[in-house]
């Protein structure tokens, strides 16, 4: 053969691989899970076991892909949502997390709960190049882009919650003496370490008082007798919806009238404040990031009629006031921008540069100013909350958004 | 009034005394079951296999429940706390002095032998369902003794600890989920046959001869206070071992993964396999593995309402459990065999 032949095969060998190549391009690109009529979308949440309370943010997401299906799908792919029960327990969380990609294979894992059950499949996910996307816990280590480029969080995480409420502190009471309640978990820790690197040096000399619960306990009220004792002026109140309406009401029982700053897991009118007395809650400050549901200021809001009538059409069971139902909701929302952003080209690599891709995305469910807001270098999608005031018979939004990111 | 709670108190516990050959399994029906469970991995996937370790390591927990109920006689609701401490040992030895996590199994085993020694000395003096309350606090107390300060540089408090999964050793083109099944098949194996060798051996003719009449027991010289010690030691040194290898099979230990439910999980896997039969772990582990899932398949919302109700049915129907049906098995494999 001679030379000129030999280059004329060669070049046609490239062209006939362009031409293939270029065909594959142009072609839809799909991973597991996704295909031209479906995506399978993996879940796990606690159904049963002590964290049942938070299985209805499972069933919201499922009736809002409900909706989504009902209304033509995504890009003309219909949502299928797997969601299983872990329980709250780890080594369960595992064992579905594989069913899940290796049995079912899902596309994504997406919005599973909890600390430990997340930390639990973190490395599983990142190894398999699965997302573990918009997880439900507020830890601060989710945003962690260098070593788990397969997991991304979602709400504003604990760390930087507290952090702006020292920082107020600082600010507007400089001289307080702060009397502290947690819980003794992963989440409290959690809070009280972003309260402390808040007020940095001066935290020794400010925090008279520290006291901690098990979650398993029946009540608090020892410990509220015990902060007041410490002659505290600033309480920082970082405890669950029950606890936190109990310490509120003994409060006001024991006469102990601190400036009171609650953690935004217990911000809820429906089952704290009203539960405790509207009259013992006044003047409490917190923060928020979603809209609350039962507070009458959103009544004509535009986002919470969408809400109200997705509530009423594919969700009739759901209650209004919990909280969960508002955070499913909103975290579905994400997935869905999300995956429409994704267009034809499905596969789990795409999935995560879209999520990392999230400009000033607004959600029905989110504050007025509060935005989702995603970088490659940024996983932590929302990020600003808003101080608020209990007032009356609702929460009084003060000052501007404000923004305290903390890398994991 | 007294002397009913008297009664009470000194009363046989209510096992019902297993003859020693019905203890175990034929030569040929072990063979059998061997072979499925050394073959069966070769044709699924790596999910289903991870699946079947879990499946025997939950069965050398219910296995070591069953040599300290069904063969002497204790109860204990607390096996998820020496479960949790092997898991532990294994998890820190591993991860804070990269000790090979072959080797952290029998340490494992030896500090929950320990520790399942010096907890069967308070419980020389209790029995019956004092015994099993006294259990069940140091299973309630485990998961916050996990989180306390003092060791949270250990144990990693209430983030837990992640542990790296091993690699099949020698260059064998074995997947690491394959791998550890057999690594804990040979294991298991080697605990059954242990275990089995125990309960022939004079150790466990003592402990049956406790389990069944504790004076008797005692004048013909067996050493009660020793035997009940030991037999709790053994059984929570099996249950270390089967902690150290959920750790690495999970790759992850929390303090939320050894609560309570972890406890009666394997109480109730012990009684579904039958109470003194030792093939029956298995069974038991099976039950408190994949009927949770089916549970959950039939309603998400009531899936702890079905497992309520199928579980009932198990006990309604077949009391003894497992060994209830093998042995109705048995009966009928007879009858076909002589006609």
């Given at each position: 053969m001679s030379t000129i032949k030999k280059l004329a095969v060669l070049s046609a060998a490239f062209g006939v691989l362009a031409a293939s190549s270029s065909s594959v391009f142009a072609q839809k690109k799909y991973d597991p899970?996704?295909?031209?009529?479906e995506i399978k979308i993996g879940n796990i949440m606690p159904y049963s076991g002590p964290a049942s309370a938070y299985g209805v943010i499972g069933k919201t997401e499922e009736a809002y892909f409900k909706k989504i299906n009902a209304e033509g799908g995504i890009n003309g792919r219909k949502i299928n949502f797997i969601s299983y029960d872990d329980g709250y327990s780890p080594p369960k969380t595992v064992e579905q997390a594989r069913k899940l990609v290796e049995s079912d294979e899902a596309l994504i894992v997406f919005n599973p709960l909890g600390t430990p059950p997340n930390t639990a499949i973190q490395k599983y996910l990142n190894s398999k190049k699965v997302p573990q996307l918009f997880v439900a816990t507020g830890a601060t280590k989710w945003n962690d882009p260098k070593n788990f480029p397969w997991t991304m969080g979602w709400q504003p995480n604990y760390q930087s919650e507290t952090v702006i409420y020292a920082k107020y502190i600082l600010k507007n009471f400089p001289n307080a003496k702060?009397?502290?309640?947690?819980?003794?978990?992963?989440?409290?820790?959690?809070?009280?370490?972003?309260f402390k690197d808040g007020l940095g040096a001066k935290a020794a000399s400010m925090i008279v008082a520290e006291e901690s619960y098990e979650v398993s306990q029946p009540t608090i009220d020892s410990h509220i007798v015990k902060l007041k004792a410490s002659g505290a002026d600033v309480f920082m109140n970082i405890t669950t919806p029950k606890f936190a309406a109990q310490a509120i009401k003994k409060n006001a029982e024991v006469g102990w009238k601190p400036t009171h700053f609650l953690n935004n897991v217990s911000?809820?009118?429906?089952?704290?404040?009203k539960p405790a007395g509207f009259e013992a809650s006044q003047g409490i400050i917190s923060s928020a990031y979603l809209k609350d549901t039962s507070d009458p200021q959103w009544k004509d809001d535009a986002g919470m009629k969408a809400f109200d009538e997705f509530l009423t059409k594919y969700f009739p069971e759901g209650n209004r006031i919990d909280g969960n139902v508002i955070y499913g909701y909103t975290a579905a929302q994400g997935l869905v921008h999300v995956l429409k952003a994704c267009g034809d080209n499905l596969t789990r690599e795409n999935v995560m540069k879209q999520a990392a891709n999230i400009k000033g995305l607004e959600l029905g469910g989110l504050l007025p100013?509060?935005?989702?807001?995603?970088?490659?270098?940024?996983?932590?999608?929302i990020s600003q909350v808003q101080l608020q005031k209990f007032k009356g018979e609702a929460w009084e939004l003060f000052g501007e958004v404000l923004s305290g990111d903390v890398g994991g | 009034m007294s002397a009913a709670a008297e009664d009470v108190v000194t009363e046989a516990p209510a096992v019902e005394a297993v003859p020693k050959r019905a203890m175990t399994l034929g030569l040929g029906t072990s063979l059998v079951v061997l072979a499925a469970l050394v073959l069966a991995p070769l044709f699924v996937k790596n999910f289903i296999i991870f699946q079947m370790t879990m499946l025997l390591i939950y069965g050398l927990a219910v296995l070591a429940l069953n040599i300290l109920t069904g063969g002497s006689g204790q109860f204990s609701l607390g096996q998820s706390a020496f479960y949790a401490v092997g898991a532990y040992t294994s998890a820190i030895l591993m991860e804070h002095f990269g000790m090979n996590y072959a080797l952290t199994l029998p340490i494992a085993g030896i500090i929950c032998f320990g520790f399942g020694f010096v907890f069967g000395q308070p419980a020389l003096r209790l029995s019956g369902v004092y015994l099993a309350l006294a259990t069940f606090a140091l299973a309630v107390a485990m998961p916050q003794l996990l989180k306390l300060n003092f060791f949270e540089h250990w144990t990693g408090g209430v983030q837990g600890l992640v542990v790296t999964k091993p690699d099949a050793p020698f260059g064998l083109s074995m997947s690491q989920d394959m791998w550890l099944y057999y690594f804990t098949l040979v294991i298991a194996i080697g605990i059954y046959i242990a275990s089995v060798n125990l309960l022939k051996s004079r150790s466990g003719r003592a402990f049956m001869a406790i389990r069944d009449n504790e004076i008797a027991a005692s004048a013909m010289g067996v050493d009660v206070a020793l035997y009940k010690t030991l037999a709790f030691g053994v059984s929570a040194g099996i249950t270390g071992v089967a902690g150290g290898l959920g750790a690495i099979a999970?790759?992850?230990?929390?303090?939320?993964?050894?609560?309570?439910?972890l406890a009666i999980s394997l109480f109730l896997g012990m009684v579904v396999g039958g109470v003194g039969w030792l093939?029956?772990?298995?069974?038991?582990s099976a039950f408190i593995i994949f009927?949770?899932?089916?549970?959950?398949?039939?309603s998400k919302g009531l899936s702890g309402a079905v497992f309520g109700v199928l579980l009932f049915l198990v006990i309604f129907l077949v009391p003894h459990g497992a060994r209830q049906v093998a042995i109705v098995a048995q009966q009928m494999l007879g009858k076909l065999t002589k006609r």
């Amino acid at each position: 053969m001679s030379t000129i032949k030999k280059l004329a095969v060669l070049s046609a060998a490239f062209g006939v691989l362009a031409a293939s190549s270029s065909s594959v391009f142009a072609q839809k690109k799909y991973d597991p899970g996704a295909s031209d009529t479906e995506i399978k979308i993996g879940n796990i949440m606690p159904y049963s076991g002590p964290a049942s309370a938070y299985g209805v943010i499972g069933k919201t997401e499922e009736a809002y892909f409900k909706k989504i299906n009902a209304e033509g799908g995504i890009n003309g792919r219909k949502i299928n949502f797997i969601s299983y029960d872990d329980g709250y327990s780890p080594p369960k969380t595992v064992e579905q997390a594989r069913k899940l990609v290796e049995s079912d294979e899902a596309l994504i894992v997406f919005n599973p709960l909890g600390t430990p059950p997340n930390t639990a499949i973190q490395k599983y996910l990142n190894s398999k190049k699965v997302p573990q996307l918009f997880v439900a816990t507020g830890a601060t280590k989710w945003n962690d882009p260098k070593n788990f480029p397969w997991t991304m969080g979602w709400q504003p995480n604990y760390q930087s919650e507290t952090v702006i409420y020292a920082k107020y502190i600082l600010k507007n009471f400089p001289n307080a003496k702060i009397g502290i309640l947690y819980q003794n978990d992963d989440y409290g820790k959690d809070y009280l370490k972003g309260f402390k690197d808040g007020l940095g040096a001066k935290a020794a000399s400010m925090i008279v008082a520290e006291e901690s619960y098990e979650v398993s306990q029946p009540t608090i009220d020892s410990h509220i007798v015990k902060l007041k004792a410490s002659g505290a002026d600033v309480f920082m109140n970082i405890t669950t919806p029950k606890f936190a309406a109990q310490a509120i009401k003994k409060n006001a029982e024991v006469g102990w009238k601190p400036t009171h700053f609650l953690n935004n897991v217990s911000a809820s009118i429906g089952a704290v404040m009203k539960p405790a007395g509207f009259e013992a809650s006044q003047g409490i400050i917190s923060s928020a990031y979603l809209k609350d549901t039962s507070d009458p200021q959103w009544k004509d809001d535009a986002g919470m009629k969408a809400f109200d009538e997705f509530l009423t059409k594919y969700f009739p069971e759901g209650n209004r006031i919990d909280g969960n139902v508002i955070y499913g909701y909103t975290a579905a929302q994400g997935l869905v921008h999300v995956l429409k952003a994704c267009g034809d080209n499905l596969t789990r690599e795409n999935v995560m540069k879209q999520a990392a891709n999230i400009k000033g995305l607004e959600l029905g469910g989110l504050l007025p100013g509060i935005k989702v807001n995603t970088s490659p270098t940024d996983f932590a999608p929302i990020s600003q909350v808003q101080l608020q005031k209990f007032k009356g018979e609702a929460w009084e939004l003060f000052g501007e958004v404000l923004s305290g990111d903390v890398g994991g | 009034m007294s002397a009913a709670a008297e009664d009470v108190v000194t009363e046989a516990p209510a096992v019902e005394a297993v003859p020693k050959r019905a203890m175990t399994l034929g030569l040929g029906t072990s063979l059998v079951v061997l072979a499925a469970l050394v073959l069966a991995p070769l044709f699924v996937k790596n999910f289903i296999i991870f699946q079947m370790t879990m499946l025997l390591i939950y069965g050398l927990a219910v296995l070591a429940l069953n040599i300290l109920t069904g063969g002497s006689g204790q109860f204990s609701l607390g096996q998820s706390a020496f479960y949790a401490v092997g898991a532990y040992t294994s998890a820190i030895l591993m991860e804070h002095f990269g000790m090979n996590y072959a080797l952290t199994l029998p340490i494992a085993g030896i500090i929950c032998f320990g520790f399942g020694f010096v907890f069967g000395q308070p419980a020389l003096r209790l029995s019956g369902v004092y015994l099993a309350l006294a259990t069940f606090a140091l299973a309630v107390a485990m998961p916050q003794l996990l989180k306390l300060n003092f060791f949270e540089h250990w144990t990693g408090g209430v983030q837990g600890l992640v542990v790296t999964k091993p690699d099949a050793p020698f260059g064998l083109s074995m997947s690491q989920d394959m791998w550890l099944y057999y690594f804990t098949l040979v294991i298991a194996i080697g605990i059954y046959i242990a275990s089995v060798n125990l309960l022939k051996s004079r150790s466990g003719r003592a402990f049956m001869a406790i389990r069944d009449n504790e004076i008797a027991a005692s004048a013909m010289g067996v050493d009660v206070a020793l035997y009940k010690t030991l037999a709790f030691g053994v059984s929570a040194g099996i249950t270390g071992v089967a902690g150290g290898l959920g750790a690495i099979a999970v790759q992850f230990v929390a303090p939320d993964s050894y609560t309570i439910t972890l406890a009666i999980s394997l109480f109730l896997g012990m009684v579904v396999g039958g109470v003194g039969w030792l093939p029956g772990s298995i069974v038991g582990s099976a039950f408190i593995i994949f009927v949770p899932n089916m549970a959950e398949h039939i309603s998400k919302g009531l899936s702890g309402a079905v497992f309520g109700v199928l579980l009932f049915l198990v006990i309604f129907l077949v009391p003894h459990g497992a060994r209830q049906v093998a042995i109705v098995a048995q009966q009928m494999l007879g009858k076909l065999t002589k006609r």
